[in-house]
């Protein structure tokens, strides 16, 4: 049976929960569709100290909590759900998850971004299941070697859940990352990082995972993670922060050719990082997500 709705959000981070209790706000009921946990990427982010309100910083797991109770306060209707087809037929939105399909007016299209897998390591099959793109499945104690050098892969360090020992490894010849974030790093005996460093492949060893590296004369690596040969080193987990793209990837081609078209008219909004623009953060997404309920409204008010 498809169930025929007005608006549908699909994701429940910053930019759909701000769209969504505008909207409930507005007296309208839109259904949001989540995958996971309401709270999106900011999860996993240590500490938020550049949303305004939070002078002193707020866990991104705090954060994401409270965007979950932003939610359940202005009863807006969350279905743990994943959009896996989302297409248009007869002037309507199709939006496929695998309890079924439903129809739509307007879709608010929040679902954030994915890890790029386009890092140029090579990774055997076994050492696949000790491969993170998020903290999620870390365990308590591990040695974690991240890879990256921009603000994603310092603050994942920095954040406790990345490990007891933590070697973050950049290909460049400095961090990306804000310098505030190189420098508490810096301050941690708990993470060391290398730069001008690359990672080759990583296969599976007797207890974790074994990663060949190519390294410029002078990069420093730490005892816990080398092995007995040289440009080996070891590791409990590998977490690649090397960049994230659009979520998008679940809608038809047949929407993708007349995408534009359904913008222009209001009819498909997106809103927050899946705009696949270079500033992603929590206050720029939930600011987008709200202007995407206000346009939506604003006719209503006249
Ligand atoms: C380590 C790290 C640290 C960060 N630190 C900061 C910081 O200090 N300050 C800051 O402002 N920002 C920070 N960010 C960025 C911030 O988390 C994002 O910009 C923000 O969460 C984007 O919000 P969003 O709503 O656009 O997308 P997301 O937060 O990614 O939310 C998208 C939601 O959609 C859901 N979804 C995706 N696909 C589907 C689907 N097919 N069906 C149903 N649901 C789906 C997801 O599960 C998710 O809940 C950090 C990010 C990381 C990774």
Redesign the pocket.
């Known amino acids: 049976m498809t169930r025929e709705e007005g608006i549908i959000i699909?994701?429940?981070?910053?930019?759909?929960?701000?769209a969504a209790v505008q909207l409930g706000r507005e007296g309208l009921d839109p259904l949001v569709?989540?995958?996971?946990?309401?709270?999106?990427?900011?999860?996993?982010?240590?500490?938020?100290?550049?949303?305004p309100g939070f002078p002193r910083g707020i866990p991104?797991k705090e954060l994401a909590g409270l965007i979950g109770e932003h939610l359940e306060r202005f009863q807006i209707r969350v279905a743990r759900?994943?959009?896996?087809w989302l297409g248009f037929r007869e002037g309507r939105f199709l939006v496929k998850?695998p309890d079924g399909t439903r129809t739509a007016g307007i879709v608010i299209l929040?679902?954030?971004?994915?890890p790029a897998q386009d890092h140029g390591v090579e990774i055997s099959g076994e050492a696949r299941v000790r491969i993170r793109f998020?903290?999620n499945g870390i365990t308590t104690g591990a040695s974690t070697v991240i890879i990256g050098a921009g603000?994603?892969a310092f603050?994942?360090a920095l954040?406790p859940s990345s490990g007891e020992r933590v070697l973050i490894l950049g290909r460049g010849k400095k961090p990306r990352a804000l310098s505030l974030l190189v420098d508490r790093v810096k301050e941690s005996s708990r993470i060391h990082y290398s730069m001008n460093t690359q990672v080759e492949g990583i296969r599976a060893g007797e207890d974790g995972l074994v990663l060949s590296l190519k390294k410029a004369a002078g990069s420093e690596i730490p005892g816990i993670f080398r092995t007995a040969v040289p440009d080996e080193i070891r590791a409990g987990f590998v977490l690649f922060?090397t960049g994230?793209k659009p979520?998008d990837g679940?809608i038809a081609r047949e929407l993708m050719e007349i995408r534009g078209v359904l913008e222009e008219r209001g009819r498909l909004v997106p809103?927050?990082?899946?705009r696949g623009g270079m500033c992603?953060?929590?206050?720029?997404?939930?600011g987008?997500?709200l202007r995407a309920a206000m346009m939506l409204t604003r006719s209503r008010r006249k």
Not at 81 to 84: L, R, T
Not at 110 to 114: L, N, R, S, W, Y
């Open positions: 699909i994701g429940a981070g910053p930019a759909g929960t701000a569709l989540e995958k996971g946990e309401p709270g999106g990427l900011v999860r996993d982010a240590n500490m938020v100290e550049n949303y991104g759900e994943k959009v896996i998850t929040a679902p954030g971004t994915v998020g903290l603000d994603a603050d994942y954040n922060a994230r979520a679940f809103a927050g990082d899946v992603r953060q929590v206050a720029i997404s939930a987008d997500g």
